[in-house]
């Protein structure tokens, strides 16, 4: 009994090499990110209130799984290094802004029906002393 347990183990740990070293393999280096659905809420006179955002474009570009980094890119340009948090079916890029705030984008595997991968991106802020957040779900590519 103890013998076929070591051996399913075993099984499975080659099963989820395996999978891991495919997922890399697919892993775009590249994304361009689009967000069209969502919510802002602010903090204020003791309350929170909500408000829909604007869409949101940026690209995630030189990812880098096994140093779990890779660069927000705004415009073109490379604008600040994001750290991966890797998951599974998902990675986890965490930008810490200058001001000590979060944005946090979580881009899950590919969908096969549309090719594209469903995304979620979080931006936790304040302004003026006050509490701010916002919630969008969209889609990435792949970008050559």
Not at 27 to 33: D, E, K, L, Q, T
Not at 115 to 132: C, D, T, Y
Request: net charge negative; proline share 5%.
């Amino acid at each position: 009994m103890a013998m076929m347990r070591v051996a399913l183990v075993l099984c499975l740990g080659a099963i989820y090499a395996t999978a891991a070293a495919a997922d890399e393999e697919k892993s775009p280096a590249h994304y361009a990110c689009d967000f069209k659905a969502g919510f802002s809420w602010s903090y204020e006179g003791g309350k929170f209130a909500s408000s829909p955002p604007s869409e949101l474009k940026f690209e995630i570009g030189n990812v880098d799984l096994e140093k779990q980094s890779a660069t927000l890119v705004l415009d073109g340009k490379s604008a600040n290094t994001l750290k991966i948090v890797r998951a599974l079916n998902a990675n986890h890029f965490l930008e810490v802004v200058n001001e000590g705030f979060l944005n946090l984008t979580t881009i899950y595997d590919r969908d096969p029906a549309t090719g594209e991968f469903p995304a979620v991106h979080s931006r936790h802020f304040g302004l003026f002393g006050q509490p701010m957040f916002a919630q969008y779900a969209g889609t990435c590519t792949e970008k050559p």
